[in-house]
């Protein structure tokens, strides 16, 4: 079993609609999660870091984190073209160097 | 301020051949990652220096790979003898401080194809 699961999709959506992703983890101690944005033949972008539970808001981006489920999410409001990547889930624990990553959703915003 | 660089962005290989792949980081950056995406897997942690010693090699496959980084600069990836399994996208990142794999900034990956 992966350490990290994440529904590769694809995901298509009309423009403006809300689009929600997420990712299910099995390690406890994973204390630090990221969701990165990658655009066709480029590296990955950090889109946002969240620390332990909680919600995390940047303009169009949440990010939420639920540990006792081990679940995390991220919806996008007022979903745009310019949305259309693979959203990777990453997360890590306290002290540890290596990110442990989801296999990414490809995301496709239809105008 | 540049990104952090990788060479070259693809390189094709014949099995048993040897490639170097090149990470320059971002100046100033003591912390280099290597990581590697192989087709429908997910990316998967390599190793990690500090500087130029090597912090945590635990994710590299096999003796085959070779990783260094000269005066805790820009880094390499050897590959000897390649092997078929070897093909993927070879990602490097760099970030300022330990402790802060978090906010890694990521190049745009060296594809690799072994034939």
């Known amino acids: 079993q992966k350490e990290v699961e994440q529904d590769p999709g694809p995901l298509s959506v009309p423009e403006g609609a809300i689009v929600s992703l997420n990712c299910t983890y099995s390690?406890?101690?994973?204390?630090?999660f990221m969701w990165y944005r990658q655009y066709s033949r480029k590296g990955p972008e950090l889109l946002m870091y969240?620390?332990?539970?909680g919600n995390k808001e940047d303009g169009r981006f949440t990010a939420q984190v639920d540990k006792s489920s081990k679940y995390i999410s991220l919806f996008i409001r007022d979903s745009q073209p310019s949305d259309s990547a693979t959203y990777l889930c990453?997360?890590?624990?306290?002290?540890?160097?290596?990110?442990?990553f989801g296999t990414g959703t490809r995301l496709t915003i239809i105008p | 301020e540049a990104g952090v660089t990788q060479f070259p962005s693809h390189s094709v290989i014949e099995k048993g051949q040897t490639v170097t792949l090149r990470c320059d980081p971002i100046?100033?950056?003591?912390?280099l990652y290597w990581y590697r995406r192989v087709m429908g897997k997910e990316i998967k942690f390599l190793l990690h220096?500090?500087?130029?010693?090597?912090?945590?090699e635990s994710g590299m496959p096999n003796n085959r790979f070779l990783a260094e980084r000269t005066g805790g600069t820009y880094s390499t990836l050897k590959v000897q003898p390649a092997e078929l399994e070897d093909s993927g996208v070879y990602f490097c990142?760099?970030?300022?401080?330990?402790?802060?794999?978090?906010?890694?900034?990521f190049g745009q990956g060296t594809r690799l194809t072994v034939v």
């Open positions: 990453a997360m890590t624990d306290f002290g540890n160097e290596k990110l442990t």
């Open positions: 100046s100033g950056h003591d912390n």
């Open positions: 969240t620390y332990s539970s």
């Open positions: 220096f500090v500087k130029e010693s090597k912090q945590d």
């Open positions: 990142a760099s970030s300022p401080e330990w402790g802060l794999s978090t906010e890694a900034f």
């Open positions: 390690n406890s101690a994973f204390q630090y």
